[in-house]
């Protein structure tokens, strides 16, 4: 398996992964507007040739000394092996030498086993956002916002 930075022609591969992952997919043209937008990046972990393999990926934005993860996606067969943890490890890096320091994430306040991932790699509830996932007929769900210092020093 390989981590590595994913680029906008990969994004059809990243929205596949993405649509296996979530029940609202992030359509490729999304995923490429957010990765050649201002302070936009992305990692992914491949398994084989770049980009037929993918396992994950997470797609983050820094400007002005914050970052955010914008979606962590891996695809379900390949959960439970540390793959987020590595791209969240790896983003948070990456946001530190891109200036950044402090991360930010929304996360739907039932999403468990993300709540875990995230607060594991030291992310801390910071604030709710009311109603910020639509879920179709279901009644919207809200969000977690979290929080994590780089340790990046002046």
Known sequence: MKLRGAWSHE????????????DHAWSAPD????????GGFALLVEQGAPAE??????????IAGE???LTLAVD????RRGLARALVE???????????????????????PAIG?????GFARTG?????????AAPAADALVMRRDLGRKA
Do not use: T, W
């Open 117 to 121: 991932l995230y607060e594991a790699a």
């Open 128 to 136: 709710l956002r009311k109603a910020y996932y639509d879920r179709g």
């Open 90 to 112: 790896a983003a948070a890096g990456a946001a530190q030498m891109a200036g950044a320091d402090v991360m930010f994430l929304e996360v739907a306040h039932d999403n468990l």
């Open 53 to 62: 393999g993918v396992l994950g990926f997470i797609l983050c934005r820094a």
């Open 76 to 79: 379900p067969p390949a959960r």
């Open 67 to 69: 970052a955010e993860i």
């Open 11 to 22: 994004a059809q591969a990243l929205s596949a992964v993405h649509a296996r992952a979530f």
């Open 31 to 38: 995923i490429v507007a957010l990765i050649d937008g201002p």
